[in-house]
């Protein structure tokens, strides 16, 4: 079975721009969640989607939204980016059978400039 | 709010000895624990659980103490490896919530 799958990897962006992160979860899995890991502060939630409805949210401006699409792919976008947007994004999917347990992607990092 | 609080930023051992690592956490009505174990460029992976009316659970080298009066959970690895260098999470839910994980604790084993 795949893992879950982030595109892209790396990316520099410049700050007002904005930026669209792609995460494909591991095959049945329909619950995909979104974390931003910086220094010092771990891994931060953004929202957790589950068939195409979001499941629940984090404390993180307006300026960062997801969705989740009928093949249980997701996407994040963050807005006029901030220099403090810099961070490593992770992507999470589970099965919600299971009671917890998260499988990670590799993540997209990000640097605005 | 850090509900989830990993106080140690960083721990070093000697290979062969025990690894603890300390969790606490605020939110009473947290019932599932985990910790995650994260490599650089790599995400985090899952390493162990442990469920709110459990006190212990053992996998291996590692063990999960979980002292709910004291809002507070552990993470013992005996024998420490040099392979087990790596940064630590806890995460702590309650069920069907999401996952709020700590500030990561780097383990460094020395060989």
């Known amino acids: 079975k795949a893992g879950v799958t982030q595109t892209p990897r790396y990316l520099i962006k410049t700050r007002g721009q904005q930026v669209t992160l792609s995460c494909s979860p591991i095959s049945g899995h329909r619950s995909v969640s979104w974390y931003q890991q910086t220094p010092g502060q771990g891994l931060q939630f953004l929202f957790e989607y589950f068939s195409e409805t979001q499941r629940n949210k984090g404390n993180f401006p307006g300026r960062f939204s997801g969705r989740q699409f009928s093949n249980s792919r997701s996407e994040m976008n963050v807005s006029t980016l901030e220099l403090g947007d810099s961070a490593l994004y992770l992507c999470?999917?589970?099965?919600?059978?299971?009671?917890?347990?998260?499988?990670f992607g590799e993540g997209s990092r990000l640097t605005v400039l | 709010d850090q509900q989830v609080k990993q106080n140690s930023p960083s721990l070093s051992v000697q290979e062969g000895r025990i690894s603890i690592l300390n969790c606490d956490y605020t939110?009473?009505?947290?019932?599932?624990f985990l910790w995650y174990k994260k490599y650089p460029a790599e995400g985090p992976t899952f390493l162990i659980s442990i469920s709110s009316i459990k006190d212990k659970n053992e996998d291996g080298r590692f063990t999960v103490f979980l002292n709910k009066s004291a809002k507070h959970l552990s993470l013992h690895i005996v024998p420490s490896q040099p392979g087990d260098s790596a940064v630590y999470f806890c995460?702590?839910?309650?069920?069907?919530?999401?996952?709020?994980f700590g500030q990561g604790t780097e383990l460094s084993v020395k060989p």
């Open positions: 995460a702590a839910s309650r069920r069907g919530g999401k996952l709020i």
């Open positions: 939110n009473s009505m947290f019932d599932y």
């Open positions: 999470a999917s589970k099965d919600l059978a299971n009671t917890g347990e998260l499988f």
